[in-house]
């Protein structure tokens, strides 16, 4: 079984739905990334959570909102979908608690490609 | 802050030849970089990364990167392609300060012809 999966894997929804993305990983890490892809941007981040009660805004959060149910689960809402959200969405999982170098890798689920018509 | 820059967007390559994906970064203090694969339908794995040491960095796969701080590159190369490297690579950059956050390039589409 994967690691960090996505679910759905495909929607197409209208301008104007309530859309969440849900992500869930059995790795047991502590942190935890919300990404969108287009294409020529590569990976932008959106939201990113520390731990349950520690949330903070990446590059791009206008019009997402983010949710930390459990330490293994972190979704994505998209309040009002428009049209130019129509991307690719990555959850990735990093483990702080692991020994290191300063750095420590992001594990990425298979994605969510979303569609707002 | 940092900032990721893949010259190409797409590489077309025949099977067998050699090829050489371009990444340069810029930032104000030491970092660690990354080349990551994406190969079709499916989500990002590390390829390989440099976090300090050797310049020179291998992966599994037969792809290597080498850090040259004084171009600010880490260019990724593989002597022999095959068909089944077509995917998409991506660069990534962080900084000891970044607190793990990965700033991404654009991406470069490797496809190998046969």
């Known amino acids: 079984d994967a690691d960090v999966t996505q679910t759905p894997r495909n929607r197409i929804t209208k301008t104007g739905k309530r859309i969440m993305l849900e992500c869930s990983q059995t790795k047991g890490h502590d942190r935890m990334y919300w990404y969108r892809q287009d294409p020529g941007l590569g990976l932008r981040l959106i939201y990113y959570s520390f731990d349950v009660k520690d949330i903070n805004k990446g590059e791009i959060s206008d019009g997402y909102s983010v949710s930390r149910q459990a330490q293994a689960k972190f979704s994505l809402s998209l309040e009002s979908a428009i049209p130019n959200q129509t991307a690719l969405y990555f959850c990735a999982t990093s483990d702080s608690r692991l020994p290191g170098q300063g750095y420590n890798e992001q594990f990425f689920g298979p994605g969510t490609r979303l569609t707002v018509l | 802050a940092q900032s990721v820059t893949q010259l190409d967007s797409q590489v077309p390559v025949f099977e067998e030849a050699p090829v050489e994906l371009r990444c340069n970064y810029s930032?104000?203090?030491?970092?660690?970089l990354f080349w990551y694969v994406q190969y079709p339908n499916q989500g990002l794995q590390l390829l390989l990364k440099?976090?300090?040491?050797?310049?020179l960095v291998e992966s599994i796969n037969g792809f290597e990167a080498e850090f040259n701080k004084s171009q600010t590159s880490f260019h990724l190369r593989k002597p022999s392609v095959h068909i089944s490297d077509t995917a998409e690579y991506f660069c990534?950059?962080?900084?000891?300060?970044?607190?793990?956050?990965?700033?991404f390039g654009g991406g470069t589409r490797l496809m190998v012809k046969p």
């Open positions: 990534a950059v962080t900084a000891w300060d970044a607190g793990n956050m990965l700033t």
């Open positions: 930032s104000s203090v030491s970092v660690y």
């Open positions: 440099y976090l300090s040491g050797s310049t």
